[in-house]
């Protein structure tokens, strides 16, 4: 258990004694609100080595990194339950090693005591030998490396910035290096030559007075070592963006030739729909293979941005600011990230505008087709209402033939009996009210079967 760890107890079991007079506590409460110690900076004893390890934990479980923490000295009574908060912190025989958790990488620190021809006078000083891991233990680790950083912090003389300045260049063997005074009363010098050499390592080198604390030594590790880790891994969007490039040429080909045949009718509907859904197939499945890494580039640009206004930078004339040197690097290829996703976004919704515009011929030829089909509609009841009517005409024509008759015979059976008449005179004077009335009756069913309706 460290300091840090130790006071927070000694704190909790002290308020512990205390009556409690408060309503039961959130189930996430306590997780919240420790979430802020979660990753306390180390405190580092100048000269010192601390060595910084990445590596990406896809496909890498706890199991794994907690069974080869359990390689280490020492370490064998090592609990898988330790590593569930994401932070551990392991107190070694003359060394420290933090692991930490994080969602697509695992980070590993090392301090240690820097080897005496490593300070401020050597040139270009070979550190790896100097490590007090067992041998082969770092390339053991579960995961990817992506980053690796040896950072020495020595003492030294700020008075004169140049002249450390000086001893810097020599120390990383002349290279061009990007060096800045960090703090607003200039308590440190961080001096780096960002070149990746062939032992896989990167080289920061921290210059701070003798009067430095312990923790001020720490949170100045912690702040340069988590801007280059941050760094890294937002340009882990760049080679995405580059490989989406002609993928994404070819889809706006593509839809400019839709575009062109709806505005020219040179294609046939079903197939300007079908490249459309193929068109809008790909490009989901470009946004949902690579929206999180998009998303991640930006949240780690922005870690960037926020470690780098943390240093409060002042420069050393005649030498670039770690944090201008970023910016200058970083800065294009956040702007090609953030331009393909722009215009991946800007498919998706182009896709879309022409997937409306073809639906909007669709409906239209549709309602065409509708309308034509109503037309024949009405002109085919118009046929059926004539044809209709006629049929009516003939049916009050025969029933009143029907009915005349039964009159002319009633006619005839009056006068057989010795009735005075003469039957086909008065079938003749009937025949006018038996249409009228055989009409009036027609009308009326119709007018009742209307009223209904």
């Given at each position: 258990?460290?300091?840090?760890?130790?006071?927070?107890?000694?704190?909790?079991?002290a308020?512990?004694?205390?009556?409690?007079?408060?309503?039961?506590?959130?189930?996430?409460?306590?997780?919240?609100?420790?979430?802020?110690?979660?990753r306390?900076?180390?405190?580092?004893?100048?000269?010192?080595?601390v060595?910084?390890?990445?590596?990406?934990?896809?496909?890498?479980?706890?199991?794994?990194?907690?069974?080869?923490?359990?390689?280490?000295?020492?370490?064998?009574?090592?609990?898988?339950?330790?590593?569930?908060?994401?932070?551990?912190?392991?107190?070694?025989p003359?060394?420290?090693?933090?692991?930490?958790?994080?969602?697509?990488?695992?980070?590993?620190?090392?301090?240690?005591?820097?080897?005496?021809?490593?300070?401020?006078?050597?040139?270009?000083?070979?550190?790896?030998?100097?490590?007090?891991?067992?041998?082969?233990?770092?390339?053991?680790?579960?995961?990817?490396?992506?980053?690796?950083?040896?950072?020495?912090?020595?003492?030294?003389?700020?008075?004169?910035?140049?002249?450390?300045?000086?001893?810097?260049?020599?120390?990383?063997?002349?290279?061009?290096?990007?060096?800045?005074?960090?703090?607003?009363?200039?308590?440190?010098?961080?001096?780096?030559?960002?070149?990746?050499?062939?032992?896989?390592?990167?080289?920061?080198?921290?210059?701070?007075?003798?009067?430095?604390?312990?923790?001020?030594?720490?949170?100045?590790?912690?702040?340069?070592?988590?801007?280059?880790?941050?760094?890294?891994?937002?340009?882990?969007g760049?080679?995405?963006?580059?490989?989406?490039?002609?993928?994404?040429?070819?889809?706006?080909?593509?839809?400019?030739?839709?575009?062109?045949?709806?505005?020219?009718?040179?294609?046939?509907?079903?197939?300007?729909?079908?490249?459309?859904?193929?068109?809008?197939?790909?490009?989901?499945?470009?946004?949902?293979?690579?929206?999180?890494?998009?998303?991640?580039?930006?949240?780690?640009?922005?870690?960037?941005?926020q470690?780098?206004?943390?240093?409060?930078?002042?420069?050393?004339?005649?030498?670039?600011?770690?944090?201008?040197?970023?910016?200058?690097?970083?800065?294009?290829?956040?702007?090609?990230?953030?331009?393909?996703?722009?215009?991946?976004?800007?498919?998706?919704?182009?896709?879309?505008?022409?997937?409306?515009?073809?639906?909007?011929?669709?409906?239209?030829?549709?309602?065409?087709?509708?309308?034509?089909?109503?037309?024949?509609?009405?002109?085919?009841?118009?046929?059926?209402?004539?044809?209709?009517s006629?049929?009516?005409?003939?049916?009050?024509?025969?029933?009143?033939?029907?009915?005349?008759?039964?009159?002319?015979?009633?006619?005839?059976?009056?006068?057989?009996?010795g009735?005075?008449?003469?039957?086909?005179?008065?079938?003749g004077?009937?025949?006018?009210?038996?249409?009228?009335?055989?009409?009036?009756?027609?009308?009326?069913?119709?007018?009742?079967?209307?009223?209904?309706?």
């Amino acid at each position: 258990m460290d300091n840090s760890t130790a006071t927070l107890a000694s704190a909790a079991h002290a308020l512990g004694n205390e009556e409690r007079l408060l309503p039961p506590d959130d189930a996430q409460r306590v997780l919240l609100h420790n979430e802020v110690h979660a990753r306390p900076p180390a405190r580092i004893r100048l000269p010192a080595l601390v060595l910084l390890l990445a590596v990406s934990n896809e496909g890498v479980s706890r199991q794994q990194e907690w069974e080869h923490l359990r390689r280490l000295p020492g370490q064998e009574g090592l609990t898988l339950e330790q590593l569930q908060g994401n932070f551990l912190r392991l107190r070694l025989p003359g060394y420290t090693l933090k692991w930490e958790r994080h969602t697509e990488f695992t980070r590993y620190s090392l301090v240690q005591p820097l080897p005496a021809h490593a300070v401020l006078g050597g040139r270009d000083p070979e550190l790896l030998s100097h490590l007090v891991l067992p041998q082969q233990w770092l390339a053991g680790v579960p995961g990817r490396t992506f980053c690796a950083i040896k950072l020495a912090m020595v003492h030294g003389d700020l008075s004169d910035p140049s002249a450390r300045l000086a001893e810097a260049l020599e120390w990383f063997g002349d290279q061009p290096v990007a060096a800045s005074i960090m703090g607003n009363n200039g308590h440190s010098m961080v001096v780096t030559d960002f070149r990746l050499r062939d032992n896989g390592f990167e080289r920061m080198l921290v210059i701070a007075p003798p009067e430095t604390s312990e923790t001020r030594a720490g949170r100045v590790s912690q702040r340069v070592l988590e801007l280059e880790t941050y760094r890294i891994m937002a340009l882990r969007g760049l080679p995405v963006a580059k490989d989406l490039g002609p993928e994404l040429a070819e889809i706006e080909r593509q839809l400019a030739d839709i575009t062109a045949d709806l505005e020219h009718k040179s294609s046939t509907d079903q197939v300007l729909l079908d490249t459309l859904v193929a068109l809008a197939a790909r490009v989901e499945k470009a946004m949902a293979r690579h929206v999180y890494r998009f998303s991640a580039t930006r949240a780690y640009d922005t870690l960037v941005g926020q470690r780098i206004s943390e240093l409060r930078e002042q420069p050393i004339p005649g030498t670039q600011t770690i944090g201008e040197f970023m910016r200058r690097r970083l800065s294009p290829a956040m702007a090609t990230v953030a331009a393909t996703e722009r215009r991946l976004s800007s498919l998706s919704e182009r896709v879309a505008r022409a997937s409306a515009l073809l639906r909007t011929r669709v409906d239209i030829a549709a309602e065409g087709q509708n309308q034509q089909l109503l037309e024949k509609l009405t002109r085919g009841q118009e046929l059926q209402l004539r044809l209709q009517s006629t049929v009516e005409g003939l049916s009050i024509a025969a029933i009143s033939y029907y009915v005349i008759s039964l009159l002319l015979y009633g006619a005839k059976a009056l006068k057989s009996v010795g009735v005075p008449i003469h039957p086909e005179l008065a079938a003749g004077a009937l025949i006018p009210v038996v249409l009228w009335g055989v009409w009036r009756t027609t009308r009326r069913i119709h007018e009742k079967l209307h009223a209904d309706h």
